[in-house]
């Protein structure tokens, strides 16, 4: 694949959420406007950093790339998007809980969907400025405060029992407490925000992360998931199905596995009778 593909796009993406980051931080010693949205039988906090980044990313996506659709958590969607070639998925600030309760736990995270494929991908952790960015085929660096850059690559193990888990922050439910005792895991990092969680992975902090509930969206996992893969990294839904990006259903209803690859379908065929267990089918 050509080197210079995407690469004004993920240049463009690299700096909107550097902008969207630092507008972000002006908010976070409070005070903030705090508003419940609600989405199907879910409500979700959002603050005014939440939308001033989304209008910040959206504008200027909108101008770069006018033929390109855009799905944006703050944005409404509309189905003019799915009849597009390349669609943006944008999550201004991923974690607003953990930016609520001033935890550091929020990432903005950009993606680029090729039919239905992420191509290019950015999450940028404002608080620590860490950036992850990838491109299809050309795998994940990660540029660090001090302004050095390595390429990312996920961990070699192998034996799931001695793999370290990225865990929710949140109260966990009884079936992840089944989950975490069958597969054995005996150490984990509890952090929020799935593009964080992805990161220790692509880091070597953790080797999996394994997400029951059907409410992540489509802006939640298109970024984290090409990082992850472009470090050696794999993510499915909990029965081991591709997820699907620019579709009409926003939401990842099938949970989520990622994990450093090594042991996917170990861990896949393991939850399967635990899925059973708990009456749950693939939607």
């Known amino acids: 694949m050509s080197s210079n593909r995407y690469k004004d796009e993920l240049s463009v993406a690299v700096s909107l959420a550097r902008e969207a980051g630092a507008l972000i931080l002006k908010y976070y010693e409070g005070p903030l406007d705090i508003e419940q949205k609600t989405y199907d039988d879910d409500s979700e906090p959002v603050t005014q950093a939440d939308t001033l980044a989304n209008d910040l990313i959206v504008t200027r996506l909108s101008r770069e790339f006018p033929g390109d659709g855009i799905l944006a958590e703050e944005s409404v969607d509309s189905e003019r998007r799915l009849d597009k070639r390349r669609v943006w998925m944008v999550d201004p600030l991923d974690g607003t809980s953990g930016f609520i309760a001033g935890n550091g736990d929020f990432a903005v995270q950009i993606g680029l969907v090729e039919q239905g494929t992420c191509v290019a991908g950015v999450v940028y ?20 405060g001090s302004g050095s850059e390595e390429l990312a690559r996920v961990s070699d193990q192998k034996i799931v029992s001695q793999m370290r888990l990225a865990a929710s922050r949140s109260h966990r439910s009884p079936r992840m407490n089944t989950v975490v005792t069958r597969l054995g895991f005996k150490d984990e990092i509890r952090r929020g925000s799935v593009g964080i969680k992805i990161g220790l992975i692509i880091e070597r902090k953790c080797d999996v992360y394994i997400h029951l509930s059907p409410r992540t969206k489509q802006w ?3 970024a984290p998931q090409l990082i992850l893969t472009e470090a050696g990294g794999r993510l499915t839904d909990l029965f081991g199905q591709p997820l699907l990006y620019n579709v009409r259903e926003l939401q990842n ?18 939850l399967a009778p635990l899925l059973d267990e708990f009456g749950r089918l693939p939607v």
């Open 125 to 144: 952790l404002p608080l620590k400025n860490i950036l992850y960015r990838a491109i299809i085929g050309q795998g994940t660096y990660i540029e660090s």
């Open 220 to 222: 939640d996992t298109c």
């Open 253 to 270: 209803r099938n949970g989520l596995v990622a994990t450093n690859g090594a042991a996917h379908e170990e861990i896949i065929e393991t």
